[in-house]
């Protein structure tokens, strides 16, 4: 679904622009771990896409949770060697916005695929 998409790669670029977000800085060990904040944000994320659009179907939700997973692997990947590590309050402001970017990119794929899938109007 979106791992696909040109909008994917963009948002994969974005986090590597900003990477240096998570380089050497520590942080509270009060704080979530980076994965924590991650699954916290993209499962919050993804409660709102399914519950803002009703009408998907059961395999298609399933294959929402299937491109979750593989962005959470990603992500894992990406952030390998600070994802156990404190978050920052810098970090935690940039993890919401990138899930909130994450969510946008499924607004619009499931716009797209409710607009091919519904009977035109002519």
């Known amino acids: 679904m979106v ?3 040109e909008g994917y790669v ?6 590597t622009e900003h990477l240096s977000l998570f380089e050497g800085v520590s942080s509270s ?3 979530p771990s980076v994965i924590e904040i991650i699954e916290e944000q993209l499962s919050e994320q993804i409660i709102s896409v399914c519950s ?3 009408e998907l179907t059961f395999n298609q939700r399933n294959e929402i949770i299937r491109a979750v997973d593989a962005i959470l692997h990603d992500l894992e990947e990406i952030l ?7 978050v920052t309050m810098e970090q935690l402001e940039f993890l919401i916005e990138f899930s909130s970017l994450i969510k946008n990119l499924f607004d619009t794929e499931i716009n797209c695929l409710m607009k091919n899938s519904s009977p035109t109007s002519e």
């Open 3 to 5: 791992t696909a998409t």
């Open 10 to 15: 963009h948002i994969i670029e974005y986090l």
């Open 29 to 31: 060990g009060n704080n």
């Open 52 to 54: 803002q659009n009703e």
């Open 80 to 86: 390998s060697a600070v994802i156990n590590n404190p």
